[in-house]
Nanobody
């Protein structure tokens, strides 16, 4: 099985910074993409940023220039550096990993349990 575990959420003041981490472990052959999504009550989960195994990234418009996604392929870990946070960034942040567990298996998406980020004074 594959486990995806986030860490680094918490309370931060407006204008502050926070770094989220997410590690995938277990029966992993390859991980093609890893990323971050977020969700607030009553809304759909939305993409924040995603990164491929080669380092190519896609960042949501609202996060561009403030959030940076990076990845350590050796550690199967993805990071989200968040700067200039504001109240609209308050959400549960979920990590996503697209994983193959063997050379012959199809890729399957795995989600973490989520970590709360609250931006408030």
């Amino acid at each position: 099985q594959v486990q995806v575990v986030e860490s680094g959420g918490g309370l931060v003041q407006p204008g502050g910074s926070l770094t989220l981490s997410c590690a995938a472990s277990g029966s992993i052959y390859t991980i093609s993409s890893m990323g971050w999504y977020r969700q607030t009550p009553g809304k759909q989960r939305e993409l924040v940023a995603i990164i491929g195994s080669g380092g190519n990234t896609n960042t949501a418009d609202g996060a561009k220039g403030r959030f940076t996604i990076s990845r350590d392929n050796i550690k199967n870990t993805v990071y989200l550096q968040m700067n200039r946070l504001n109240s609209e960034d308050t959400a549960v942040y979920y990590c996503y990993a697209l994983v193959r567990i063997s050379a012959t298996s199809p890729s399957r998406g795995y989600w973490g349990q989520g970590t709360q980020v609250t931006v408030s004074s």
